[in-house]
T-cell receptor, first 114, second 110 residues
Framework: DTEVTQTPKHLVMGMTNKKSLKCEQH?????MYWYKQKAKKPPELMFV???????INESVPSRFSPECPNSSLLNLHLHALQPEDSALYLC?????????????FGPGTRLTVL | GNSVTQMEGPVTLSEEAFLTINCTYT??????LFWYVQYPGEGLQLLLK?????DKGSNKGFEATYRKETTSFHLEKGSVQVSDSAVYFC?????????FGAGTRLTVKP
């Protein structure tokens, strides 16, 4: 099973709302990632968790707050977002943090901020 | 730093035509190289990968060879199908740093 699941598939929120994106994998992977992808652009790395610890934060604004409650689950908490934050948010996982490990991606959550 | 430069396209081909999408990279050390494919409205799917120089990754008729001397990882397929229409991303991984090329949109017409 090489599946990464993400919920919800679509999310519409106002600028004052608080919402969360969820990502789950049951492949025993110990590294998990959040990416942001704008239309017709490549994914951009936001956060990396390795062994449930935040190891990389690519200067992401504090209105995005990641959380890794356990090795299978990754959340992204959203608060006070701006319309320019509308994008496809992709989660990925890999066996570890090594350079040869393949990242497996979920289908993404398409977020619209009104 | 690490970066990937990819032929942006769009590329439009007839069915059964030969496909090449160019990809070159800049990196320190020994990165792993990947091709991912993204169908409309979906996430990225791994197409193939290579982890060291001269490795050839292959899958579903697609191939790419890790060329350290030319820092390239060009994607090829001998005969494309309509179902290959998608966006293709070349990517590099150096430890936890993952970089993607700009993506190439491929449209295959019957």
């Amino acid at each position: 099973d090489t599946e990464v699941t993400q919920t919800p598939k679509h999310l519409v929120m106002g600028m004052t709302n608080k919402k969360s994106l969820k990502c789950e994998q049951h492949m025993g992977h110990r590294a998990m990632y959040w990416y942001k992808q704008k239309a017709k652009k490549p994914p951009e790395l936001m956060f990396v968790y390795s062994y449930e610890k935040l190891s990389i934060n690519e200067s992401v604004p504090s209105r995005f707050s990641p959380e890794c409650p356990n090795s299978s689950l990754l959340n992204l908490h959203l608060h006070a977002l701006q319309p320019e934050d509308s994008a496809l948010y992709l989660c990925a996982s890999s066996f570890g943090g090594q350079g040869t490990d393949t990242q497996y991606f979920g289908p993404g959550t398409r977020l619209t901020v009104l | 730093g690490n970066s990937v430069t990819q032929m942006e396209g769009p590329v439009t081909l007839s069915e059964e035509a030969f496909l090449t999408i160019n990809c070159t990279y800049t990196a320190t050390g020994y990165p792993s190289l990947f091709w991912y494919v993204q169908y409309p409205g979906e996430g990225l799917q791994l197409l193939l990968k290579a982890t060291k120089a001269d490795d050839k990754g292959s899958n579903k008729g697609f191939e790419a060879t890790y060329r350290k001397e030319t820092t390239s990882f060009h994607l090829e397929k001998g005969s494309v199908q309509v179902s290959d229409s998608a966006v293709y991303f070349c990517a590099l991984r150096n430890n936890n740093d993952m970089r993607f090329g700009a993506g190439t949109r491929l449209t295959v017409k019957p």
